[in-house]
């Protein structure tokens, strides 16, 4: 496995999840994020002390932008040949199995993966045992 390519540090401006106005108070409500559309809302008159928005302010740095904390960058891999596209590009990017691939295939996956010195996220997973 070989080492991620030298990066600057990746800073997150806003590491928690924007949820939605009110949402904590009702079930109904869904946390994931909408614009407050009232005409009397104070989260979108942005009034100090109330939930902040999301902007395009809170965008990461495209150098950092999709970095998983190992410096590398998720490529969905689904057979064997998918992994020999990473070859050239083992500092770059790193494998990540997908869901719906059998156990019999991970394994190939990941015995391909290691002689090609790409590192796999979840290499781990459907491959042990039950015993």
Known sequence: ???????????KK????????????YMCVDPSWRKPKGIDNRVRR????QAVMPSIGFGS????????????????????????LLLMHNKTFA???????????RVEI??????LGVKVTNAKARVTTES
């Not at 590398?72 to 992994?83: M, S």
């Not at 494998?95 to 295939?105: D, L, M, P, T």
């Not at 990941?110 to 002689?115: C, R, S, W």
């Open 1 to 11: 496995m070989v080492a991620a390519k030298k990066h600057i540090r990746i800073v």
């Open 14 to 25: 806003h590491p928690k999840r924007f949820n939605r106005h009110q949402s904590h108070n």
């Open 46 to 49: 942005r009034f100090k002390g």
């Open 61 to 84: 740095n495209k150098k950092t932008r999709h970095l998983m904390p190992s410096g590398h960058k998720a490529f969905l891999v689904h057979n064997t040949r998918d992994v020999d």
């Open 95 to 105: 494998a990540e199995i997908g869901h719906a691939v059998s156990s019999r295939k």
């Open 110 to 115: 990941v015995a391909k993966a290691k002689q």
